[in-house]
């Protein structure tokens, strides 16, 4: 399962390591665009198993962060 950016921004804070586990509206990251700081929440429940992205890294609309199996 795929967790999506849900805006184009910059990544200022990844809220999750390699092995936790996350249930559905966990906060995995936050994305900040135009100065205001949106939470990414996960979708589904799960183990994190990779995170794609870096602080200070910039992502795209739908740019997967972080992966959970």
Request: net charge negative.
């Amino acid at each position: 399962m795929k967790i999506t950016s849900p805006i184009a921004g910059n990544v200022i804070r990844i809220c999750v390591a390699l092995g936790d586990r996350v249930a559905v509206d966990d906060e995995v990251a936050i994305v900040e665009s135009m100065k205001m700081e949106i939470p990414v929440l996960s979708e589904h429940a799960g183990t994190v198993a990779e995170i794609l992205i870096q602080e200070k890294l910039q992502v795209r609309e739908d740019d997967v962060l972080v992966v959970l199996r």
